[in-house]
Each structure stands twice: as C-alpha cells, then as structure tokens.
C-alpha cells in the first residue's frame, strides 16, 4: 500500500510541476483566446493535482513511511511543508485573475487584462517556479535524512 501511495504522490507532483510549466509558457507569450482557455485548464490541474500532493502526501506522513514523528523531526520536510503553502498562497492571485476571463471567453473574446496585471501574473508564477525548485531540492535531502534533528 505504501508503494501506491508513494506512486501517486509523485504522479501528482509531476503533474503539479507540469501544470506550471504550462502556465509559465502561456503567461510569456500573447494572451488570446485560445492562450486563455489553456491557461484556465492547466490552472484546474495545478490545483487538483497541489490538492491530490496535499493529500496523500500527508497520508504518507501520518500513515505511512516513518511516521509523523520522523517527518516533523526534520528540516527539509518543514522547509518542504512551508514552501508548498508558499506556493499555494501565490497562486490565489492568477488563478482568480483566470477566472475572471470566463466572462470573455463564453463571449467568444480574448480576456483583455491591463499590463500591470500581467506582469504581476509573470512575476508570481516566476516566484512559484522558484519555491517549486527549492522544495524540490528540499524533497531531495529530506528523502537522504540530510537535516534531520531528533534523537
């Protein structure tokens, strides 16, 4: 059972880090309809697939592998931890400024969203690739016991 949930947590990661990537591509170039649309979708599966990570991941922690009290022990899963909040608390902002364009898009449009707007939608989903970089470089030494502060 372990190893299902140890493989779900990392289709759901690599689906997760996929879905930015996309986001990070379509936020660079010209916002069309067709952009938008793409935009929204690979928003939804970021969203579902943090959810799925959440989830499981904590699943792991409290019910599997080495327990809560080894993970809660340890700096990088904290690090970890902190950094996918981080990543979840930026991402409140393009996913409503998405949303926001259904309006226009049901109208057959291209949403029409200021400059300021999207270079602060860059920005963000820049800072969130970042954060993504790091927990992943913290996943890596939380899985080598590199950190780890209890007894």
Same mark, same amino acid.
């Given at each position: 059972?372990?190893?299902?949930?140890?493989?779900?947590?990392?289709?759901?990661?690599?689906?997760?880090?996929?879905?930015?990537? #996309?986001? $990070?591509?379509?936020? !660079? %170039?010209? =916002?069309? +309809?067709?952009? &938008?649309?793409?935009?929204? @979708? *690979?928003?939804?599966?970021?969203?579902?697939?943090?959810?799925?990570?959440?989830?499981?991941?904590?699943?792991?922690?409290?019910?599997?592998?080495?327990?809560?009290?080894?993970?809660?022990?340890?700096?990088?899963?904290?690090?970890?931890?902190?950094?996918?909040?981080?990543?979840?608390?930026?991402?409140?902002?393009?996913? #409503?400024? $998405?949303?926001?364009? !259904? %309006?226009? =898009?049901? +109208?057959?449009? &291209?949403?029409?969203?200021? @400059? *300021?707007?999207?270079?602060?939608?860059?920005?963000?989903?820049?800072?969130?690739?970042?954060?993504?970089?790091?927990?992943?470089?913290?996943?890596?030494?939380?899985?080598?016991?590199?950190?780890?502060?209890?007894?």
């Amino acid at each position: 059972m372990s190893s299902a949930f140890a493989f779900l947590h990392h289709l759901a990661a690599f689906a997760l880090v996929a879905a930015l990537a #996309v986001e $990070f591509t379509l936020v !660079r %170039g010209e =916002l069309t +309809a067709r952009s &938008a649309r793409a935009l929204l @979708a *690979a928003d939804a599966i970021l969203g579902i697939s943090a959810g799925v990570v959440l989830v499981v991941g904590l699943l792991r922690v409290f019910f599997f592998e080495k327990g809560a009290a080894y993970y809660f022990q340890s700096a990088p899963f904290l690090a970890k931890l902190s950094l996918f909040v981080l990543i979840g608390l930026l991402s409140i902002y393009p996913t #409503v400024q $998405f949303l926001s364009w !259904r %309006g226009a =898009l049901r +109208a057959g449009a &291209a949403p029409s969203p200021d @400059a *300021a707007k999207l270079r602060r939608i860059r920005r963000i989903v820049h800072w969130e690739l970042a954060c993504l970089v790091v927990l992943i470089l913290c996943a890596a030494l939380m899985a080598r016991g590199i950190g780890y502060f209890g007894g």
